[in-house]
């Protein structure tokens, strides 16, 4: 990087931060540092929404999603619409007439403090683990950068998140968080104009979709339905619709941006504003890895993305310089027929051009299994890799600091969102329940070392995500081990009344077991899968089964001893 990027980075971002800090210097209530004072306007809470859940994963991850499956990954928010309408129907005008801090405040006035505790732990340990996960995509891109250890870039990184969150509170984290998303865009689009640039100019637009669309990229709508497939229409309808509204309704990491807006209108024109525009957004984001995979058939790919930490002696092994050399030739190859191809629409070439993707993608994971027996500390999984690698070597210096500073905001931004959350749980949901109860003038600085304690285990949790295939799955594969689970009480809570806390926390339990032990199982044993989306539905489903079906025995005894 040149002084450029680093003087436009340094710029951004400390704009970013001191604005949200200065916005909020008069924070000294609960209220104001966990809620705002209510003063956020629809299109704060909407693109405050959308930013918390666009974290530097959405950028790196969805678009290596894009690269490597193409736009299926799209259906994952197809639900997500009808999600909207339903929490703006039914869970926001409860949470604004109790004026709650947390969504779990409502259980215990619904069931019993019981069924709230366990809830409100349900969601620390699932969006704990994710708060860590958004601090190590940021750390994959300054590792990669500047050849840091990466476990230290993890720290350093949730040190300054830390900071950040605790300055400010949650107006700041909201305030900013619009401007982040502005820029966020902005970065993609620059990003995307230079990915079609490098396409060769006999090829146009409409050219390089054909391209993709040919070579298996353009599928964005699979209607056949398998349990196993993580993504069809059908996943994305049911899975997709169960998590977005356990995400959106019942998760503090949301509930809190439109809980802390002006009106019970002002808060659902916000969310309104999410489920209109997110779809657009994810699709925009996963066609840039598309057309990066388009990109990379004229412009020759590295044989892997990430040789961060590899010494030259192990990179100059001669089964690696034959591989790459093989893979090199494979390039030009089926460059030459693509441009074949373009002018003749012949079958044949069609078909040899996709027997060579077939072949590159075998090189690669050849090329991948004698790096990992060269040097056992090789990370196979590069596909978070493949956006940024992109950036540094095909961007002008300046719009590399630009695209830097769109990533580590998205970072900031999401994680700050999700360390606030569990601050604002912890404090209200255990702290001032059983330790503190009542009033005290030492709140908001409780709150923000509690903030610090969630940021430290979120920098271990990013100490070890290095281990998992892809970020963006692995933060909704943790959402859906227990979405599910609390969905399905806040739904026995709103709609079957005659259902009490004792059942629906016995069903709870049963419910996350079944759920875990499932999820365990496809790991351990072979033709044994499920498709993550459907835990959201399978979980709420066992929960409201088993509460009322608990119920109808407790109210069967206490009928035969009143008799």
């Not at 931060?17 to 200065?22: A, D, E, P, R």
């Not at 809190?256 to 969310?271: A, I, N, P, T, V």
Request: charged letters at 15%; one cysteine or more; glycine letters at 8%.
């Amino acid at each position: 990087m040149s002084w450029i990027d680093w003087l436009v980075l340094g710029m951004t971002l400390t704009a970013i931060v001191w604005y949200g800090t200065w916005k909020t210097r008069k924070n000294a209530t609960l209220e104001s540092y966990l809620k705002g004072n209510n003063e956020d306007n629809w299109y704060t809470i909407g693109l405050s929404i959308m930013a918390t859940q666009a974290s530097a994963i959405t950028f790196l991850s969805a678009t290596g999603q894009g690269f490597g499956s193409g736009m299926g990954f799209v259906q994952f928010y197809f639900g997500l619409p009808l999600a909207m309408i339903f929490i703006s129907v039914f869970f926001l005008p409860i949470y604004y007439k109790l004026k709650v801090f947390t969504a779990y405040e409502y259980l215990e006035k619904r069931f019993d403090y019981r069924v709230r505790a366990f809830t409100a732990f349900l969601f620390l340990v699932s969006r704990g683990l994710a708060a860590g996960i958004t601090i190590y995509a940021p750390a994959i891109i300054l590792s990669s950068l500047f050849e840091w250890d990466l476990k230290l870039t993890c720290v350093g990184i949730g040190m300054l998140v830390i900071i950040y969150t605790v300055s400010g509170g949650s107006r700041a984290v909201s305030l900013t968080q619009k401007w982040q998303m502005a820029l966020i865009m902005t970065g993609m689009f620059v990003a995307f104009y230079y990915i079609l640039q490098s396409i060769p100019e006999g090829f146009s637009f409409s050219d390089s979709v054909n391209i993709a669309g040919e070579l298996g990229k353009m599928e964005v709508v699979n209607f056949e339905f398998d349990v196993k497939e993580k993504y069809n229409i059908w996943a994305g309808l049911t899975g997709g619709f169960f998590l977005s509204l356990s995400y959106f309704g019942t998760d503090q990491s949301q509930v809190q941006r439109y809980l802390g807006g002006k009106s019970l209108r002002e808060s659902r024109l916000g969310l309104m504003f999410n489920g209109i525009f997110k779809i657009p957004m994810q699709f925009f984001i996963v066609f840039v890895g598309v057309m990066l995979f388009v990109a990379y058939q004229f412009n020759e790919p590295p044989v892997i993305f990430n040789d961060s930490g590899l010494s030259e002696e192990t990179l100059a092994d001669p089964d690696l310089q034959k591989l790459a050399h093989y893979h090199t030739n494979l390039f030009n190859t089926k460059k030459d027929l693509l441009i074949e191809y373009q002018s003749s629409n012949n079958p044949e070439v069609l078909q040899e051009i996709k027997e060579i993707q077939t072949e590159q993608v075998q090189v690669r994971e050849d090329y991948k299994e004698v790096l990992y027996t060269l040097d056992n500390n090789y990370n196979k999984k590069d596909g978070d890799y493949v956006f940024l690698t992109f950036v540094l070597k095909y961007l002008p210096h300046g719009l590399i600091g630009l695209l830097l500073a769109v990533i580590l905001s998205a970072a900031m931004s999401s994680t700050a969102g999700e360390l606030n959350a569990l601050a604002s749980t912890t404090t209200v949901d255990f702290y001032k329940k059983y330790i503190k109860k009542g009033e005290n003038e030492n709140e908001v600085r409780t709150s923000q070392f509690i903030t610090i304690i969630w940021g430290g285990v979120a920098i271990l949790v990013a100490l070890v995500a290095g281990l998992f295939e892809n970020l963006i799955e692995l933060v909704n594969i943790l959402g859906s081990l227990f979405y599910g689970t609390i969905l399905g009480v806040f739904l026995v809570a709103f709609f079957i009344k005659k259902v009490g806390g004792t059942a629906t926390l016995i069903a709870a339990i049963i419910a996350e077991t079944i759920i875990l032990s499932l999820f365990t199982t496809s790991k351990l044993v072979d033709n044994f899968e499920i498709g993550y989306l459907w835990y959201n539905l399978i979980g709420s489903i066992i929960v409201i089964a088993v509460a009322i079906f608990i119920q109808l025995i407790i109210s069967n005894k206490k009928q035969i001893k009143s008799t």
